[in-house]
């Protein structure tokens, strides 16, 4: 068994009082073998804990030749390909999972989740949001907010145009990964740290936060907001939502089961089961109350929606004459379009 959690050999942006803004990892590793953590730790002279460790030329050559040494090529020339690299270099290894204490930890962890080496909520990420550092993402990459000006008349007395594409603390995933198998159609409404299953399609409208995402095929017409996961073979619909946890005081982790249906402009503030339908239109929230109507469509009780929470092959719609809530057995499952989910 490994002892190490992850190690990640990355080049990154800094401002110019030598904060880490952001950090790529090109091939960030989970529970790295003993052979490959060692060769790294020697080259290093790392001394335990979790560290973030400035690299130059020199020590990027030093963990490549004991990564060769060690018989790990492919990790090898991942490093040496770094040598030379005019933004600085850092080496982040986490011997724990524990939150994330710097920039550089905090964008291995969402590595981890893009590419696929952990699922949503596999991995410790509190306290991210205060670790991160609010960017100007750019057409020349990240820039200090407060040297965003200084840069923009640079470019402009040069005749050109320094694009400002968003300000946030997260970039958009593709820029630093796109998972295999994937269809994306916009791509800034998927954030760093999403996690997207294979045979995901996510439609212009469609959004993935951080630490969330489609465990397979799915399609995504609607809001995964942080910590929602959606399992394979659902559908949101165009305009529809997912509540998360980062606001409003709630702890309830919301997920949506296998072949479920959100329709459009519907909602949902519980966690579904498999096979349930939410009519277009409705937002169920936790303390929605649901009238449960038996097969003669006669009400049995009501109760609130948060005791229906995980179940499945439920459907939920509204009454059109009384607006009325309503819960019954889900008869149906839904079944996706296999040739719109091969992203080959």
């Not at 399992?231 to 165009?238: H, I, M, P, V």
């Not at 096979?275 to 109760?303: F, P």
Request: hydrophobic letters at 40%; glycine letters at 12%; a negative charge.
């Amino acid at each position: 068994m490994s002892d190490t959690y992850s190690i990640g050999i990355g080049v990154g942006s800094q401002n110019s009082q030598g904060q880490w803004l952001e950090v790529f990892y090109p091939q960030p590793l989970l529970t790295p073998s003993a052979e490959v953590s060692g060769a790294v730790k020697s080259a290093l002279s790392y001394e335990g804990g979790n560290q973030v460790i400035p690299l130059n030329d020199a020590l990027l050559a030093e963990i490549s030749s004991q990564l060769e040494s060690a018989g790990q090529s492919d990790f090898a020339s991942a490093v040496a390909a770094m040598q030379g690299s005019e933004q600085p270099t850092v080496a982040c290894i986490l011997a724990k999972d524990e939150k994330p204490a710097s920039v550089p930890e905090a964008y291995l962890k969402l590595h981890l989740l893009s590419h696929r080496l952990v699922k949503p909520h596999q991995t410790n990420i509190d306290g991210a949001f205060g670790v991160l550092r609010n960017v100007a993402w750019t057409s020349e990459g990240a820039v200090d907010l407060d040297e965003l000006p200084a840069r923009q008349l640079q470019a402009r007395m040069k005749g050109e145009l320094l694009t400002v594409d968003c300000v946030d603390k997260f970039p958009k995933m593709t820029n630093y990964v796109v998972p295999a198998g994937v269809r994306i159609a916009h791509t800034a409404r998927v954030r760093l740290g999403a996690y997207l299953g294979e045979g995901t399609t996510v439609m212009h409208e469609g959004f993935v936060n951080f630490n969330a995402g489609t465990m397979g095929t799915s399609m995504i017409e609607g809001r995964i907001s942080a910590g929602v996961v959606i399992g394979e073979g659902s559908d949101l619909g165009g305009g529809c939502s997912t509540m998360g946890t980062l606001s409003g005081g709630g702890n309830m982790i919301i997920s949506v089961g296998k072949e479920c249906l959100i329709g459009a402009n519907a909602g949902i503030g519980i966690p579904l089961g498999d096979r349930c339908i939410v009519e277009s239109g409705l937002y169920i929230t936790a303390g929605t109350k649901v009238a449960l109507l038996d097969d003669k469509n006669q009400v049995v009780e009501h109760i609130k929606a948060r005791d229906l929470a995980g179940q499945s092959e439920l459907l939920f719609r509204r009454n059109s004459l009384t607006g009325v809530v309503e819960c019954k057995t889900n008869k149906t499952a839904v079944v996706l379009n296999e040739a719109l989910h091969s992203n080959n």
